[in-house]
């Protein structure tokens, strides 16, 4: 008589097919409907953060842009106000929008004149400068657009006045077609005349 022997059973390794094999069988409705909506939650997260990255971005270069403009321009002013030696009032608009501002300065660059004027004004949407038989400069660039210049006479004593200036400046251009992300700014200061 032949002694049966027990078969033991075989525990099948973790890492063989037989036992992979139950993992592949398939995903229940559920359980790809929670996959979907996970991965669709993660995407549009990314999706709202790199288009706020990149307006965030736009609106922080286009309100470095207006800021620049406007420190180049009260910077050439007022050295240009430090230079003269006089207003020239017949040309000047004081008081107002848009104003303008006419200077008089001593000059040695022409033999035959012992001076020359130079006038700020606006020009389009331009901030300008103008002197004596040379064609406009634009102070602004195309990115920003005036909005206020106002030049204001202030009487220190007898013999020495200031000129106190208000610029405003904002962007001509929008972020992504949105009118409210413009940059705005109001700047002033003011100069004594020097003639020095």
């Known amino acids: 008589m032949k002694l049966l022997r027990k078969r033991k059973n075989k525990k099948i390794p973790r890492g063989s097919a037989v036992n992979n094999s139950a993992w592949f069988r398939g995903f229940t409705l559920i359980e790809m409907v929670i996959y979907v909506g996970l991965c669709s939650i993660i995407l549009g997260s990314l999706a709202f953060f790199a288009s706020w990255a990149l307006q965030a971005g736009a609106k922080a270069k286009m309100e470095r842009d207006v800021l620049n403009n406007g420190q180049r321009a009260l910077e050439i002013m007022v050295s240009e106000i430090k230079k003269s030696k006089n207003v020239y009032d017949p040309t000047s608009v004081f008081n107002s ?46 990115n920003v657009a005036l909005t206020d210049l106002k030049f204001f006479k202030i009487s220190n004593n007898a013999t020495s006045s200031s000129i106190q200036i208000n610029l405003g400046l904002e962007s001509s251009r929008s972020v992504w077609g949105q009118s409210q992300t413009k940059s705005k700014i109001w700047l002033q200061t003011s100069a004594n005349l020097n003639a020095y």
């Open 97 to 142: 929008y848009p104003g303008q501002l006419s200077l008089e300065q001593a000059t040695a660059f022409l033999p035959q004149e012992s001076e020359t004027f130079v006038d700020f004004f606006q020009c389009g949407q331009s901030l300008c400068l103008k002197r004596e038989n040379d064609s406009p400069i634009a102070l602004t660039d195309g």
